[in-house]
């Protein structure tokens, strides 16, 4: 909801007031501003408006992830790096059951941007992987396919990326 620079802002002024209360002895006052200085820097690193957007992802409600992710006016200014790339990796997932061209573009800049979790990469190069393999482009779906599976350490898309090979023998 707040801009990153005023996030890191009021966390520090927070944490400045919360220092002044510690030395007039309210340790107790002073402990839980620094817990509240906490939730603003967390809040920095992590945008609230895209949290609620994965809630409503994994509810499979497209409607109120694209209302939440809508709020989201410029992102270019108002989010970190990573952020931005979760933005667009969000953008590609709702887009891509219809216009697989912007998903295409969307996982793209996700990817170029930056994504934190190993998951997350793996998943959008997944993605890229199907739609190359859509637009009949066999041999990068396939380098993007191998990307895939050394990035899903946890082995949670093996049966995705096994379906696909399938899938593309027969083309």
Same mark, same amino acid.
């Given at each position: 909801?707040?801009?990153?620079?005023?996030?890191?802002?009021?966390?520090?002024?927070?944490?400045?007031?919360?220092?002044?209360?510690?030395?007039?002895?309210?340790?107790?006052?002073?402990?839980?501003?620094?817990?509240?200085?906490?939730?603003?820097?967390?809040?920095?690193? @992590?945008?609230?408006?895209?949290?609620?957007?994965?809630?409503?992802?994994? =509810? &499979? %409600?497209? #409607?109120? !992830? $694209?209302?939440? /992710?809508?709020?989201?006016?410029?992102?270019?200014?108002?989010?970190?790096?990573?952020?931005?790339?979760?933005?667009?990796?969000?953008?590609?997932?709702?887009?891509?059951?219809?216009?697989?061209?912007?998903?295409? @573009?969307?996982?793209?800049?996700?990817?170029?941007?930056?994504?934190?979790? =190993? &998951? %997350?990469? #793996?998943? !959008? $190069?997944?993605? /890229?992987?199907?739609?190359?393999?859509?637009?009949?482009?066999?041999?990068?779906?396939?380098?993007?396919?191998?990307?895939?599976?050394?990035?899903?350490?946890?082995?949670?898309?093996?049966?995705?990326?096994?379906?696909?090979?399938?899938?593309?023998?027969?083309?």
């Amino acid at each position: 909801m707040y801009n990153k620079n005023i996030k890191l802002v009021l966390a520090g002024a927070i944490i400045i007031f919360a220092i002044y209360q510690m030395i007039e002895g309210y340790i107790g006052n002073g402990i839980l501003l620094l817990l509240l200085a906490g939730i603003f820097i967390f809040l920095y690193f @992590k945008n609230e408006i895209i949290l609620l957007a994965f809630l409503r992802l994994r =509810k &499979q %409600d497209m #409607a109120g !992830a $694209k209302k939440w /992710l809508d709020k989201i006016k410029n992102p270019e200014a108002s989010l970190t790096t990573k952020q931005q790339g979760y933005y667009f990796y969000l953008h590609g997932l709702m887009v891509s059951q219809s216009n697989i061209t912007q998903a295409e @573009k969307y996982f793209k800049k996700a990817i170029r941007l930056g994504l934190s979790m =190993k &998951q %997350d990469l #793996a998943m !959008a $190069k997944l993605n /890229l992987a199907g739609i190359a393999m859509t637009k009949r482009r066999k041999r990068e779906a396939q380098m993007l396919l191998k990307e895939a599976k050394q990035l899903d350490t946890h082995n949670m898309l093996t049966d995705q990326i096994r379906m696909m090979k399938q899938q593309m023998k027969k083309i």
